[in-house]
């Protein structure tokens, strides 16, 4: 036990995800520009060079990725950042931070011809902006390396990146690397040298080298990725900084950004107290206490790369300056309605545990090696309690075990223990392939059947050899609440039909005319297992959400946008909100977005990284047509009885060289699967669906489908910059209806049928 507990940074990917990344290195090689089946050219950016840009400067960026034509502009998530388009071909853009931005990280899209784009990172600081060139490939050609700067550099594959530092006797170097933070597949090593070659240091699980110089004389620092990967989205940023860094937070998670005050601990903090112990890399840590309303503060991502699942905390971004240079980021949680208890640090036996009250939360650390922390928690009789533990979620390369027993205590003081129960890892995954929100914590729902306690052990199974003080948690036991959470993001093809095993970079582009499916996955809380209902706010003119329901018990629905022939040009963001009757209150929240930081080949091989993103872009042009369009005639629904069929009228539009017959497959009603093909010719412009619906055995009730199909022609591009142009790509994509009502009523009785 620490005697101040230690806490997790998450200024950093997890050391087991860095290793995730070493998976699939053939794959990684396939750059994202590659389109799979089921869509039609999108603008996606891959990667951008530089990736940051100083203070009160400007620097000319350059995009990377794929169907990036008529460029018109980059959108930053702050309003400070102004961009000038320099080069539209070679799409390059003249950005300028003004002087009052803060330091940070902040997300930007590229808008062209074929839409607003997924969003990338950009880094913005007070340190002085230099570029790696392409000769510093050896120590003797090591590029030079300033005091309180920082270099934009991309990996070559099989080779490294040098640079060099004037050091002087008694300097302390603080060097970091930032890769994933900022959507790099790079997993950097970084090493710190002397002029013969021989290592000084290596940099920690955070990027960071925290080195003093023993005399006068030049350091060489080597950068390359871990498998000696390379390429245009394989960069990174090395900061040599004379400003402080934090290893971690104390408490990671606070009851109020207002009111709450945390103990940093790290390197180089103004006016800041000796710790009395070590991190992992042996250099002595420092201890400050600060109000967090006093920080600087931004929202996410915010360059901290936390997990998926840290979904379900509410929280934000901090940094520590000082003077005018910027700590590096960090991640401190919110929850508002469970008072916070400090870890005493003598709980470690049984008959020593630590009473905690209820509902509250305990905030620890997995420290020293082998740690286990005991503790005990009242409970009332018939209550029903939820008791959570957060550290992987926190970003922690942790793997949280409990175990625990309630204990009936009598009015005489008897004691009636039921059985020990274990915990480990959350398998349950609602978010799919996309966002899988799976992690190493725990959530256990009980119900008291007596007064008398709850006595928890808590430990790390990681934590057996290796004295790591930033390992920390968070122990919450609270009265249910039921409640539930919201993420949304946009599918090329919805994951009944998808049989592939890419994963796209995602986007919300919407042609005229076109169908476009997203994903809204909800994310249950306490006992809360009904209907929610999801609708969209701030649509533009003439685009449309069909009525879409993630229904009772279950945790993902896919509902529908369509731009109509109406529909107005479009660049912004909009609310996917849901709404749900929980007792007797309506609960209203608005969905996180989410996006694919990488395009994955094979799923099944390869990890899908994907983040939060700041707002629900969506972009619609009116220049551009859907060439296939399918609808129904009519709104519905659609009517037949059980015994019967049900017969609905289709039209079917073609605009440019769309001109194969097409087959029409019904999608979303379970019973129908199997249902045949309904074939279109190439010159039909009306066709009937005939859907029998006693074969099928279609039960009662109102049901919503779509129609899809996979097309192939020639896509003809729209006006790029205003100019009209015949460029031309072949393409094969799946185009859908929106979605069609039907109602299958049930059949009459003998009486009925006689009155």
């Not at 090591?142 to 300097?171: H, Y």
């Not at 971690?248 to 000796?274: D, I, M």
């Not at 398998?427 to 799919?432: D, L, S």
Request: hydrophobic residues 40%; glycine residues 8%.
């Amino acid at each position: 036990m620490l005697n101040c507990p230690a806490w997790p940074s998450v200024s950093h990917r997890m050391k087991l995800i860095r290793l995730f990344r070493r998976w699939g290195v053939v794959l990684l090689f396939c750059i994202a520009t590659a389109q799979a089946l089921g869509q039609l050219p999108t603008a996606r950016i891959t990667a951008l060079f530089p990736m940051g840009c100083q203070i009160g400067a400007e620097t000319e960026v350059q995009v990377q990725g794929g169907d990036l034509e008529g460029a018109t502009e980059l959108r930053f998530s702050h309003p400070g950042i102004s961009v000038q388009v320099t080069n539209a071909a070679e799409r390059k853009f003249k950005v300028r931070v003004a002087a009052d931005v803060p330091s940070g990280v902040y997300e930007v899209r590229f808008a062209g011809a074929l839409g607003l784009s997924n969003s990338r990172l950009f880094a913005v600081s007070s340190l002085a902006e230099t570029r790696s060139p392409s000769s510093n490939s050896t120590l003797k050609t090591a590029a030079a390396l300033g005091a309180d700067s920082v270099v934009n550099g991309v990996a070559v594959a099989r080779q490294t990146s040098w640079f060099r530092i004037e050091a002087k006797k008694g300097q302390r170097l603080l060097l970091r690397v930032s890769a994933a933070a900022i959507d790099s597949r790079m997993n950097p090593v970084m090493l710190l040298r002397n002029g013969v070659g021989e290592r000084l240091a290596r940099a920690n699980s955070d990027g960071l080298i925290d080195y003093t110089a023993p005399a006068d004389g030049d350091c060489f620092v080597q950068i390359h990725d871990a498998t000696f990967s390379g390429g245009t989205e394989y960069f990174f940023r090395l900061e040599n900084s004379s400003g402080p860094h934090v290893d971690f937070v104390s408490p990671p998670v606070v009851s109020s950004f207002s009111k709450s005050e945390v103990t940093l601990f790290g390197r180089n903090l103004p006016g800041a107290k000796p710790a009395g112990f070590k991190a992992t890399d042996g250099q002595a840590l420092e201890r400050l206490t600060v109000k967090l309303s006093e920080l600087s503060r931004a929202a996410l991502p915010g360059g901290v790369a936390l997990p998926p699942s840290a979904v379900v905390l509410d929280g934000a971004v901090f940094r520590l300056a000082k003077g005018r240079v910027a700590s590096n980021p960090f991640f401190v949680g919110l929850r508002p309605d469970n008072p916070l208890t400090m870890e005493q640090g003598d709980n470690d036996t049984a008959n020593r545990a630590q009473v905690i009250a209820v509902p509250g939360m305990i905030a620890g650390s997995f420290f020293p090696a082998r740690d286990v922390d005991f503790f005990k928690l009242p409970v009332k009789k018939d209550e029903v309690y939820w008791l959570d533990v957060f550290s992987q979620r926190l970003g922690n390369m942790t793997n949280p075990y409990v175990t625990a027993q309630l204990v009936g205590v009598a009015k005489d003081g008897k004691e009636s223990p039921e059985p020990l129960k274990e915990f480990y890892e959350m398998k349950n995954n609602p978010g799919g392939r996309e966002f899988n929100v799976a992690n190493r914590d725990m959530s256990w729902r009980f119900q008291a059947k007596s007064d008398g306690y709850c006595r928890v052990m808590l430990r790390d199974l990681f934590n057996q050899a290796t004295d790591d003080p930033s390992r920390g948690y968070v122990m919450a036991l609270r009265r249910e609440r039921p409640g539930y959470r919201l993420v949304a993001y946009p599918q090329t093809v919805p994951s009944a039909l998808d049989k592939s095993k890419i994963i796209e970079l995602m986007v919300t582009h919407l042609r005229k005319g076109m169908t476009l499916p997203v994903q809204i996955i909800a994310l249950r809380e306490g006992s809360f297992n009904g209907p929610i209902t999801i609708a969209a706010e701030g649509l533009p003119k003439g685009v449309e959400l069909h009525p879409c329901q993630i229904e009772a018990g279950k945790t993902k629905a896919t509902s529908f946008l369509t731009a109509s022939e109406s529909a107005d040009s479009f660049i912004g963001d909009v609310r996917f909100v849901g709404k749900a009757t929980i007792g007797d209150r309506e609960v209203k929240r608005v969905a996180h977005s989410v996006v694919t930081i990488h395009r994955v080949g094979d799923h099944e091989k390869e990890p899908v990284f994907s983040r939060l993103a700041k707002g629900n872009a969506v972009s619609v042009n009116t220049e551009d047509i859907e060439p296939i369009q399918v609808s129904a005639v009519g709104d519905g629904p659609f009517m037949g009885l059980a015994n019967g069929k049900v017969k609905i009228p289709l039209k079917v539009k073609r605009t440019g060289e769309y001109n194969e017959k097409i087959n029409l497959k019904v999608y979303g009603i379970s019973q129908l699967e199997k249902l045949k093909s309904l074939e279109v010719a190439k010159d039909q412009k009306d066709v009937s669906l005939e859907i029998d619906l006693a074969k099928f055995k279609v039960p009662p009730g109102r049901h919503t489908f779509h129609l899809a199909t996979t097309v192939k022609g020639k896509y003809q591009f729209p006006p790029l910059n205003g100019k009209k142009t015949d460029k031309k790509k072949d393409v094969t994509f799946q185009t859908f209806s929106p979605p069609i009502l039907m109602e299958v009523k049930p059949v009459p009785n003998p009486a009925e049928r006689k009155k």
